[in-house]
T-cell receptor, first 111, second 112 residues
Framework: QKEVEQNSGPLSVPEGAIASLNCTYS??????FFWYRQYSGKSPELIMS????GDKEDGRFTAQLNKASQYVSLLIRDSQPSDSATYLC???????????FGGGTRLMVKP | DTEVTQTPKHLVMGMTNKKSLKCEQH?????MYWYKQKAKKPPELMFV???????INESVPSRFSPECPNSSLLNLHLHALQPEDSALYLC???????????FGDGTRLSIL
């Protein structure tokens, strides 16, 4: 069974700090990796996608992928209280037609 | 606001009712998805349509019946649901099956 694992948190960081969110996955053939942000009572919102090893930066967000270690992470620089949400890691299977979500990490950014 | 539109936003129904959830996207995406999400849990995949054909059915009970009338529309027909089916039902779409998925706002369903 394909698994995507995240620490459920909550991860608490002060405003302005770097938040580091981690995710591991079991399917070594996975090709596509995504980070979604979900506010309470709302639907998931795509914030990052990454397909190859290394770092990908978009504004305050950096996604990091290491396929050898089956590990993907999300860094949020200059964290803001508005970043407080649950962050879902999602991995596409080798065939590319099924997205498996991790359980999510709840992030709390304190003013 | 999202580019995937779901209606209704809220639905309360009895166990003997028949209702339908609707999803629409005008981004030209060729893959559409239904997910179920319970509180404090991640979304669980129910169905995948690719080029208007059902490509994945994740062993969902037959009381849930998907339909894809055209490339922009996706329906989920509900009949004889159980209280444990109460959840947030999310529709998503992507350009193709291995591309990022974009979610609608969801329909919050309550079964009495």
């Amino acid at each position: 069974q394909k698994e995507v694992e995240q620490n459920s948190g909550p991860l608490s960081v002060p405003e302005g700090a770097i938040a580091s969110l981690n995710c591991t996955y079991s399917d070594r053939g996975s090709q596509s990796f995504f980070w979604y942000r979900q506010y309470s009572g709302k639907s998931p919102e795509l914030i990052m996608s990454i397909y190859s090893n290394g770092d990908k930066e978009d504004g305050r967000f950096t996604a990091q992928l290491n396929k050898a270690s089956q590990y993907v992470s999300l860094l949020i620089r200059d964290s803001q209280p508005s970043d407080s949400a649950t962050y879902l890691c999602a991995v596409n299977d080798n065939a590319g037609n099924m997205l498996t979500f991790g359980g999510g990490t709840r992030l709390m950014v304190k003013p | 606001d999202t580019e995937v539109t779901q209606t209704p936003k809220h639905l309360v129904m009895g166990m003997t009712n028949k209702k339908s959830l609707k999803c629409e996207q005008h981004m030209g995406h060729r893959a559409m998805y239904w997910y179920k999400q319970k509180a404090k849990k991640p979304p669980e995949l129910m169905f995948v349509y690719s080029y208007e054909k059902l490509s994945i059915n994740e062993s969902v009970p037959s009381r849930f019946s998907p339909e894809c009338p055209n490339s922009s529309l996706l329906n989920l027909h509900l009949h004889a649901l159980q209280p444990e089916d109460s959840a947030l039902y999310l529709c998503a779409s992507s350009q193709a099956e291995n591309q990022p998925q974009h979610f609608g706002d969801g329909t919050r369903l309550s079964i009495l």
